[in-house]
T-cell receptor, first 112, second 111 residues
Framework: GDSVTQMEGPVTLSEEAFLTINCTYTATGYPSLFWYVQYPGEGLQLLLKATKADDKGSNKGFEATYRKETTSFHLEKGSVQVSDSAVYFCALEIQGAQKLVFGQGTRLTINP | KAGVTQTPRYLIKTRGQQVTLSCSPISGHRSVSWYQQTPGQGLQFLFEYFSETQRNKGNFPGRFSGRQFSNSRSEMNVSTLELGDSALYLC??????????FGPGTRLTVT
């Protein structure tokens, strides 16, 4: 079945460090890929998305590129801030299914 | 534009009871999906409704059910509650594919 695997957390970095959170997927169809972020006590917010191979999603300094050959969608940010501390979820959606399949989430803590 | 709202935000129930959670989607959105979030299982898809019809269902027992009204508001019901049903229940609405907007969730505790 369809699945998403994220790098194990938690991840702790210092402010202004470079961030990478790895995400790989398994899907039978042609999925769209997403990164969602969850701040404490809140629901999920869509951070960025890519709907086809080689697309790059970007938002708030975060980027991820849809790599079909490696079935990956790694999240990167060049310089993290304390306010980026949250849980990050990688997810896929098979076209038309309106059903998201999530990875297990990666807790990110940024220290000043 | 108002976001997705969920009521109540917190709920405590006893084993064996039933519970109904409510979700109001963003105005104009006709698709509503429900997800369960637990520390052990993570985020799991429950079901999705569009124009009052269930289009998709996850792998949950029949104790979990839902419905959608003509104004797109949705409810989910869990009967005969078990301790393992304690979770954050998230509702998401969408106007089209690729863009699901989540509410803040309902935190259900079963004792």
């Amino acid at each position: 079945g369809d699945s998403v695997t994220q790098m194990e957390g938690p991840v702790t970095l210092s402010e202004e460090a470079f961030l990478t959170i790895n995400c790989t997927y398994t899907a039978t169809g042609y999925p769209s890929l997403f990164w969602y972020v969850q701040y404490p006590g809140e629901g999920l917010q869509l951070l960025l998305k890519a709907t086809k191979a080689d697309d790059k999603g970007s938002n708030k300094g975060f980027e991820a590129t849809y790599r079909k050959e490696t079935t990956s969608f790694h999240l990167e940010k060049g310089s993290v801030q304390v306010s980026d501390s949250a849980v990050y979820f990688c997810a896929l959606e098979i076209q038309g299914a309106q059903k998201l399949v999530f990875g297990q989430g990666t807790r990110l803590t940024i220290n000043p | 534009k108002a976001g997705v709202t969920q009521t109540p935000r917190y709920l405590i129930k006893t084993r064996g009871q039933q519970v109904t959670l409510s979700c109001s989607p963003i105005s104009g959105h006709r698709s509503v999906s429900w997800y369960q979030q637990t520390p052990g299982q993570g985020l799991q898809f429950l079901f999705e409704y569009f124009s009052e019809t269930q289009r998709n269902k996850g792998n949950f027992p029949g104790r979990f059910s839902g419905r959608q009204f003509s104004n797109s508001r949705s409810e989910m019901n869990v009967s005969t509650l078990e301790l393992g049903d304690s979770a954050l229940y998230l509702c998401a609405s969408s106007l089209s594919a690729y863009e699901q907007y989540f509410g803040p969730g309902t935190r259900l505790t079963v004792t």
